[in-house]
């Protein structure tokens, strides 16, 4: 499987009317849970949150691909 | 300064209270001729209301401030008859781009769907907004606009609130069976009643310029990021009528507002911002602070708050004078029923309902576009710049740059007003949904959907041919008309004549079965206000007569 770098956040049973509001929500989700933590906390959380989403989508073809574009320009 | 427009100075004329030596009273009086007192005034005169509105300035808005009207609030305008001028007047637009430091990184368009009437949005000086609003209620005989007629005080009763209102010729009492608060903001009278509002201020200074030139730049809405001319703050480009361009320069909160409102400050940030040697001349500038907060409920005995008296957001997002329209929009209806007898005062609470949900959806909007332009924190900044770089080639990150979301009508899903569909439909037309526009063919010719319905309820009924129609059906759809809160019937067909008595519509481009999901048979209930109360399968005349009840709180 390829990485998906297609719109791909939803949220099952919520329905949404203006396509910009599930991924609205995720990002505010995101920045919610940084807040108040320093900026060491912050990059610890990030770390975690990156091996947790490693696990669950556990193809590591796709890992590398997102590795790859995520180092890119940086 | 401010050339292109030459401000109406209106007259203050002495009121006949005062030179009567009595107290007035009206049956509403509505305070703040801005945008949303306008629009509630000519709402309720239109429907025959007599009104009295209170302005404690006489001209129109100083600098054009609200520069963004949707195409909900331009709809809501159609259907107070002064949506036309504004247009002609207006910069039309639908096209947002945002660029990130050089680049473009995402583009939107607010109206990506062919056959709607009116535009994603226009651009247009708030004093030309309120100007045609003005004239509009000047032509509505029940309609009285006093200027220089300022209230310093408010108290309410069970049945009435009372004001004192000062004038060059001394003050007046003042007793208003209903009184309409939209008088902004920093609302005094919300202030008088001692009612709290609350909320957050952000801690960031903008700095707005109107600039007059010629510049040949398309009619877009124009995001930057960390541009060149403007290192780590973000600036953002309109352009208004009359070759007036609104350009909108983040400060941060360490400045001075008052050196930075000075033109030797100003203009170097427009050139820097223009990079060539090309004229212009400053025709208004201001710089502002924001705040997002709302009353805990909008309606307070015989007081109605509308507009920004009642809630603020942040001004990513033109949610501000759209939003206050939209009050009025889902206010005077329910008010012309209440005082007309044939709903309870309850019906005023579901305006309260109703209007907070959009309010928090507005806020909730603008704040998340506040938190992406201005983050307020270094792993935010760190996110927000991800984004930002990912965005030129990947599509999921172009869908996460949030330079605004524009302003649009809420889908009102949990009012209490609706009633539930027992039937499956598919599309975006839900109880409590907005109508959206469609293309239609009548006897004047091509017209709108959204032209042909408003201001009572309605119910149209979808039958592919309307000469077909049985006299069984005609004759229920017509008997929906015979009631206290009268139901006027539609036909919508792709060809046809609906038998005498009914008027018909025609789907000539097949957009409103499209959009509604219509079959043989399907009838939707309207709102005086556009938006969906019920809809069925077949239609049941008891069902419509109990739809109505529930939305009208008399069940």
């Known amino acids: 499987m390829a990485l998906n770098t297609q719109p791909n956040l939803h949220e099952p049973g919520k329905r949404h009317f203006r396509a910009f509001s599930s991924g609205d929500d995720f990002y505010e989700a995101l920045i919610e849970t940084h807040r108040e933590l320093t900026d060491e906390q912050s990059a610890m959380v990030n770390a975690r949150l990156i091996l947790l989403l490693a696990n669950h989508i556990g193809d590591l073809s796709v890992l590398r691909e997102a590795m790859h574009i995520a180092r890119e320009g940086v | 300064m401010l050339s292109t427009f030459q401000y109406p100075k209106f007259e203050y004329i002495r009121p006949p209270e005062i030179a009567e030596g009595r107290e007035g009273h009206y049956p509403v009086v509505i305070v703040g001729a801005g945008p949303v007192g306008l629009a509630a005034a000519i709402d309720l005169a239109r429907q ?18 609200g520069v963004c009207y949707a195409k909900r609030t331009l709809e809501v305008l159609d ?40 535009p994603g949005m226009i651009n247009l000086q708030q004093y ?8 509009r209620a000047r032509q509505l005989p029940n309609l009285e606009i006093r200027f220089r007629n300022t209230v310093i005080g408010v108290t309410q009763r069970d049945d009435c609130a009372t004001l004192r209102v000062e004038t060059a010729d001394g003050a007046y009492t003042l007793h208003a069976d209903w009184l309409i608060v939209a008088d902004g903001a920093r ?114 005995g015989r007081v109605l708050f509308v507009g920004d008296s009642a809630h603020q957001v942040s001004p990513f997002g033109a949610r501000g004078a759209n939003s206050g329209i939209q009050d009025t929009d889902n206010l005077v209806w329910k008010l012309k029923l209440v005082m007309d007898g044939k709903a309870p005062a309850t019906l005023l609470d579901t305006y309260s309902e109703e209007r907070c949900y959009a309010a928090d959806e507005n806020i909730m909007n603008s704040t998340r ?9 270094a792993v935010s900044k760190t996110f927000r710049n991800a984004v930002l770089g990912l965005a030129e080639n990947h599509a999921f990150a172009r869908a996460l740059v949030n330079s605004g979301r524009l302003s649009v009508p809420s889908f009102l899903a949990d009012s209490s007003l609706n009633t539930a569909d027992s039937e499956v439909f598919a599309g975006n037309m839900i109880p409590g949904a907005p109508l959206d526009d469609a293309p239609i063919q009548t006897t004047e010719g091509t017209q709108w959907l959204l032209g042909a319905v408003g201001n009572r309820f309605q119910l149209l009924h979808y039958i592919p041919d309307a000469s077909a129609l049985d006299a069984a059906t005609a004759r229920a759809l017509r008997s929906l008309i015979d009631a206290p809160i009268a139901v006027e019937a539609i036909v919508v067909a792709e060809r046809g004549t609906a038998p005498a008595g009914l008027a018909t519509l025609i789907d000539a481009k097949g957009r409103v079965r499209e959009r509604y999901d219509l079959r043989e048979g399907t009838s939707y209930l309207v709102r005086p206000d556009q938006h969906v109360a019920a809809r069925w399968r077949t239609l049941d005349v008891a069902q419509v007569r109990v739809a109505v009840a529930r939305a009208t709180c008399n069940a």
């Open chain 2, 79 to 118: 259907r107070l008859g002064c949506a036309e001028e504004m247009v002609q007047k207006g910069v039309s637009w639908n096209v947002g781009r945002t660029f990130f430091r050089e680049e473009e990184v995402f583009n939107f368009n607010l109206c990506p769907e062919p056959d709607h009437h009116r």
């Open chain 2, 187 to 300: 609302s005094p009278i919300r202030t008088m009643l001692g009612l709290d509002i609350d909320g957050k201020i952000f801690m960031d200074r903008f700095l707005i310029a109107d600039v007059v030139m010629k510049a040949d730049f398309p009619t877009e809405r124009w995001f930057w990021f960390d541009p060149p001319f403007h290192r780590n703050q973000s600036v953002l480009l309109h352009r208004q009528a009359d070759n007036v361009f609104r350009i909108d320069f983040q400060l941060g909160w360490n400045v001075d507002p008052e050196e930075e409102k000075k033109p030797e400050n100003v203009i170097p940030r427009i050139k820097s911002m223009l990079g060539d040697d090309r004229e212009f001349e400053l025709e208004w500038v201001s710089v502002y602070t924001f705040q997002c907060r709302r009353m805990n409920r909008f309606n307070h």
């Open chain 2, 48 to 65: 025959g209301q007599r009104v009295l509105l209170l302005d404690n300035d006489d001209t129109v808005s100083i600098g054009s401030r």
């Open chain 2, 369 to 377: 576009s506040t938190d992406f332009i201005t983050p307020k924190s």
């Open chain 2, 128 to 135: 030309y907004l309120e100007d045609d609003l003005i004239k």
